[in-house]
């Protein structure tokens, strides 16, 4: 089974970014563990980060017929992106929404997720781990 994960803006500047709300783990940690995971769980496993809204549509479009299922945290446009979303519909390809922190219990704003209308399942609050249950979810319902 082969899963796009793919993280939007900022999302490299994982432990350098508001530690006390996303965490210090780096960046590298999650690529560390996004590797492990495909290893323990025979999973061929592809992280893709970007900080423009049109590459990440360019991705998406590029994973039709090539990958079984998506993990995306669009980070800040979870909230404002029509255009991931719409992406996400065009290919149809199973996904999952990840977000480090717990978007429910901050900003007025971050309470909408354009993607999430589109995603199966939302896993938020639990910091990198989230995106290893989001693999594991997508595994056990499409491996
Ligand atoms: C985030 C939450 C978003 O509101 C924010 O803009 C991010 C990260 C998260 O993972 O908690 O950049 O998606």
């Known amino acids: 089974m082969k899963i796009l994960v793919i993280n939007g803006p900022n999302i490299n500047m994982l432990g350098i970014r508001e530690p006390g709300i996303y965490g210090k783990n780096t960046f590298a940690d999650l690529l560390a563990l996004l590797e492990q995971t495909a290893k323990e769980e025979f999973l061929t496993i592809e992280q893709y980060q970007s900080n423009h809204e049109g590459d990440i549509v360019d991705k998406i479009q590029a994973a039709y017929g090539n990958f079984d299922g998506i993990v995306i945290n669009p980070a800040a446009y979870t909230h404002t992106s029509v255009a991931i979303l719409d992406a996400l519909k065009a290919v149809s ?41 989001a693999i594991l979810y997508l595994k056990e319902k499409y491996a």
Do not use: M, N, W
């Not at 480090?100 to 354009?114: N, P, T």
């Open 93 to 133: 390809i199973p996904a999952v929404e990840v977000h480090i922190s717990d978007v429910d219990a901050r900003e007025a704003f971050r309470q909408i997720s354009y993607a999430g209308l589109y995603c199966e399942k939302t896993i938020k609050g639990l910091g990198l781990k989230g995106y290893r249950q």
